[in-house]
């Protein structure tokens, strides 16, 4: 994977002119989804750039700024990353996908990573090629601001910012309230995409035990697979929603560590429901190669039975296959019928013993 420069380094590509390396105005940069500024937890006008936004509200002495930004490259995190002095190793994560959960605090903000999940609809749970699809949430709190990066399509803060513009009095408590939302409205995701999937573990169930249905193990590994990804998303942020709610944190006001605990307590349960649809698929894995072996067991022994049937007509035919004169009954008139009538009589009586023992 190449290199990506780090912000000090586009700093000093450009040391000559004392400025940044020339970036896309946020005004004209889809990358920017949305910018704006909050006084008293209502909107003002759209931000055009970051640095004037975060000089207007702190020459306000209140309020603080919400920029959101959607798979940003390295270039359009710089001025956002000089106007709220972001820290340039939190910015290279923000750039780089594929984070694991975490906290990170530096002087001037703390980073937070989340994963977002979402469940693909699929006709059954033995035709799916992918059931959870995966993606991150990054957010950049401050004093006075708050920067959410995203990483994929299904991980949008569109509807939760109108939800929330509609509740003055939540924005008023600051940027520690936007990182409170965002984070139940993920976790309430994940109880969505658990409940779902539990539908697919339930049917994968009952095909189990169905003795007229034919699964493989192959489809109960890609939905315990799917299971995995859906726990390395969830399974690591039960530690940094714990420091969040406990810890005492200079960006995260004592009102909002209250709301914390309840996320906390909400991914926590999630979180044991997952590990429980580990063991379950586990389970099931063991009961469909226990019912191979059983299958394969029964199999053996209608062949070996069918096997010493057989062995009776083949051992008298080849006793008097071997032409001596001097045999048994072999020059009188009714010897051939009587070695028939034995060699049937025979095999059905080890057909029906073999039969009665469950061989057959």
Partial sequence: ?????????????????????PVPSPANNSVIVDCATYFDGVRQSSCERPDDAIARVRAHGSGFVWIGLKEPEMADMAEVATSFGLHELAVEDAINAYQRAKIEQYS??????????KYVEHES????????NSGEIMMFLGADF????????????AGLRQDLERDPARLALGPAAVMHAIADRIVDQYLAVVESVEDDIDEMES??????AILRTEQIY????EVLELRRAIAPLSAPMRRLAEMPNVFVPPEIRTYMRDVEDHLQQVSERVMAFDEI????????????ATRQNEDMRKISAWAAIALVPTAVAGIYGMNFDFMPELHWTFGYPLALVLIAGICVLLYRTLRKRGWL
């Fill in 146 to 157: 708050i920067v959410t990066v995203r990483h994929g399509d299904h991980s949008g803060l």
């Fill in 1 to 21: 994977m190449p290199s990506i420069p780090s912000l000090s380094a586009l700093r000093r590509g450009s040391r000559s002119t004392g400025e940044l390396a």
């Fill in 281 to 292: 698929l586990t389970t099931l894995v063991n009961a469909v190669l226990a019912q191979v």
């Fill in 125 to 132: 749970a033995l035709k799916a090629v992918e059931i959870v």
């Fill in 207 to 212: 095909l189990v035990f169905d003795p007229t």
């Fill in 222 to 225: 890609l939905l315990k697979r």
């Fill in 108 to 117: 001037s903000s703390l980073f937070v990573v989340i994963k977002t999940v």
